[in-house]
């Protein structure tokens, strides 16, 4: 079976058509169990989400802030395998009809095997996968092997990235273009950066492909701001958080619904 | 003229362009991070071919860190050691008691170069920290240093040592807290501070250019003492041999022996309380290949991916990744990894110390186990060098509560829980 490469093109068409950025979601996997995540994701989709982010908890979350790294913490000890986060992409997917990606670290998917891990996320409904430390120039293998089974390689751009290299970098990539909304971790902040406009200008000069911003990006407005000028909205670490502040697993579901509700009107505000 | 002690690897016979040693190495980094680690390289090899980085670099390591470091026979520590001789490598003499130092005065001047202004840095043990702390307050640059919790408690006197330099400690909560957590924090950092800092790393891992740059810069280490013992043994040892955790001192000593094929090139790795026991560091032996803080190499790591924890009474070895030379050392057969346990490095840092005067950290004792171990397979026609890569002041409360070396009551009676302690909190 061939994954949701497609889907998620149609997708980000469907949102530009309507005159607005789409609303990408990212949970991780068995947080706060395997369930509960599976329903976390449904929440998101059913609060406005268009696109969900699974997140493949990974011991050593280099680029994760400490809320993201707590939910993988949590996750882990739990016992999460990669099985169940194929589960919460198949469940999802099947539940929604959404585009769902995975998002995790390179050595989790290098040990599990390139080939069975592409052809098992195809077969779960997946439409792709994030791989934010496969530098281009290290990501054939994976490439050629998403590509074999119909499944998006998202990179990911910096504001640090030179032009030529975010040539590179596009000419390599499908689905659409991560563009790091400034230079740190995941994680809440109080306003988007003023380099995540001036990256997607410069990302758009090299790519017709879509170009979503994430990283600090966490309230409606702030949404809403980026809508002005990205194709996507991409938010992690402020719904982690409402599952994480929340007093029981059902108040954390339904404050991940209200978030997706909230920032899918901030995603339309300009439309 | 050509340079005394900054000798970077005349062939450039490995890493490839990419970074590659044989199938380890690389460059698996995150985007925000391409260009700084690129400009390392670009800086790096400019400084490399610039007559005058080579001169003030040598400069430093004759008068400030005092190279050549002494070349010592022991001969009554080698009557353990079936009567073969032996040679330590006294990296433990060099300012700031460890090898670390010569890595860091090339990456500090390196910083300068780059017009930086703060520089970060991870530490187990905490000669890596102190040594960078050191620099730091030499060139006038800011200096963060990422510590595990744990190792914060088990190196007390080295944190202290990094504060009176002036830098800032951080204690790393996450994970294992020990030496892998130290780098994802430092990397964290690293991708959000780039603009004006320098992660000034302190083993041969970690993303290209890193494990060749960090490895020209020990690489004096081996140069002087095959020099030495030619002069002084007249002939090549029968074995090189040094404690591996990331593996710099390791690498600093075997690279000018690796075209010496008369001379095997040992690594001792740390086995804790064995590695059936599964409390153990050792990567090379028990490891397999993933992609650990920047690099393909060996890595301790379960059945999907995950990282597992180490365990060893060294910090500075308590690390499941290794640097990727290592890696290919050991695929190629150049290089002989062996695992040593806890109890037999306890028992060569006694040995040493009680036979010659000598202390050594708790890290280099693992190579003096290892030494103990070569010598009595060669026998007393065997010439063997030790790397002693660092003395042991900082491990002196871990050795004391290890041996019962206090004599007040309350720590006499605390002591059998205090080992405890410490081996618990490194888990």
Same mark, same amino acid.
């Given at each position: ?271 | ?298 890595? !301790?790591?379960?059945? &999907? =991916?995950? %990282?597992?924890?180490?365990? +060893?009474?060294? *910090? ?6 290794? @640097? ?27 040995? !040493?110390?009680?036979? &010659? =005067?000598? %202390?050594?950290?708790?890290? +280099?004792?693992? *190579? ?6 070569? @010598? ?52």
């Amino acid at each position: 079976m061939s994954g949701n490469l497609r889907l998620l093109d149609d997708t980000l068409a469907a949102a530009k058509s309507e005159g607005r950025a789409a609303l990408i979601a990212y949970l991780p996997a068995g947080f706060p169990t395997v369930d509960g995540g599976i329903e976390a994701v449904k929440a998101a989709i059913d609060g406005g989400a268009d696109i969900v982010e699974v997140g493949l908890p990974h011991s050593d979350p280099v680029l994760d802030g400490p809320v993201i790294q707590t939910a993988d913490d949590i996750a882990l000890r739990g016992g999460v395998r990669i099985a169940d986060v194929l589960r919460t992409v198949r469940e999802a997917y099947k539940a929604t009809g959404r585009p769902i990606l995975v998002m995790t670290y390179w050595n989790p998917v290098d040990r599990y095997g390139v080939e069975r891990f592409t052809a098992e996320l195809a077969e779960a409904g997946g439409a792709g996968c994030i791989l934010p430390d496969l530098p281009v120039q290290e990501s054939g293998l994976w490439q050629e092997h998403a590509e074999k089974h119909g499944l998006a390689t998202v990179f990911v751009v910096a504001p640090s990235s030179k032009d030529e290299r975010l040539a590179r970098i596009t000419a390599a990539g499908t689905g659409f273009v991560y563009a790091a909304s400034l230079m740190g971790v995941t994680g809440t902040r109080e306003t988007v950066s003023s380099q995540a406009e001036d990256l997607v200008r410069r990302t758009r000069a090299t790519t017709s492909t879509p170009v979503c911003v994430g990283l600090g990006v966490s309230t409606p407005a702030q949404a809403a701001e980026v809508a002005r000028f990205a194709d996507g909205v991409i938010v992690g670490s402020a719904f982690v958080k409402r599952m994480l502040d929340a007093p029981d697993h059902a108040a954390g579901i339904e404050g991940v619904r209200a978030l997706a509700g909230d920032l899918a009107r901030g995603v339309r505000a300009h439309a | 003229m050509p340079s005394t002690f900054f000798i970077p690897d005349p062939e450039g016979r490995l890493p490839s362009a990419e970074g590659y040693f044989g199938a380890f190495g690389g460059k698996f980094i995150p985007e925000a991070l391409v260009a700084a680690v690129d400009e390392v390289a670009v800086e790096y090899d400019k400084a490399k071919h610039d007559p005058e980085f080579a001169r003030e670099l040598d400069d430093l390591l004759a008068h400030y860190t005092g190279r050549p470091s002494a070349l010592t026979e022991v001969p009554r520590f080698a009557e353990h050691a079936g009567g073969a001789r032996v040679f330590l490598k006294r990296e433990d003499l060099n300012h700031t008691g460890s090898h670390k130092i010569n890595n860091v005065l090339g990456q500090a001047l390196l910083t300068k170069r780059m017009g930086k202004t703060r520089v970060i840095a991870e530490t187990g043990a905490g000669q890596h920290g102190v040594a960078t702390a050191t620099a730091c307050a030499l060139f006038g640059l800011d200096c963060t240093v990422y510590m595990g919790e744990v190792d914060t408690r088990r190196q007390a006197l080295n944190v202290a040592r990094m504060r009176m330099l002036g830098a800032e400690v951080v204690a790393v909560k996450s994970g294992s807290r020990t030496l892998k957590d130290a780098i994802n924090e430092a990397f964290r950092d690293w991708v959000a501070n780039v603009d004006h800092t320098h992660y000034l790393f302190g083993t041969v891992a970690g993303p290209h250019p890193f494990p060749a740059m960090v490895r020209d810069f020990h690489r004096v280490i081996g140069v002087e003492a095959r020099r030495q013992l030619l002069e002084r043994a007249g002939r090549l040892p029968d074995a090189a041999i040094a404690c591996v955790g990331g593996g710099s001192n390791a690498i600093g000593l075997f690279h000018a022996f690796i075209p010496d094929a008369s001379v095997r090139l040992i690594g001792c790795e740390p086995a804790g309380h064995g590695i059936e026991t599964g409390e153990h560091a050792a990567t090379l032996s028990a490891g397999e290949p993933g992609i650990l803080h920047g690099s393909r190499s060996y890595v !301790l790591q379960d059945d &999907e =991916g995950q %990282i597992t924890e180490p365990y +060893s009474i060294s *910090a500075g070895l308590d690390y499941p990744g290794i @640097g990727p030379e290592h890696s290919h050392l050991k695929d190629s057969g150049r290089g002989e990894y062996r695992a040593v346990t806890d109890a037999a490095a306890m028992e060569a840092l006694r040995l !040493l110390s009680r036979t &010659e =005067g000598i %202390i050594p950290a708790i890290e +280099s004792a693992h *190579a003096l186990a290892g030494a103990l171990e070569v @010598g009595r397979e060669l026998g007393p026609d065997g010439l063997i060098v030790v790397n002693l890569s660092g003395r042991g002041d900082k491990d002196m409360d871990t050795a004391a509560r290890y041996f019962g070396l206090y004599d007040t009551d309350a720590e006499v009676a605390d002591d059998a829980t205090g080992t405890a302690e410490i081996e618990e909190d490194a888990k």
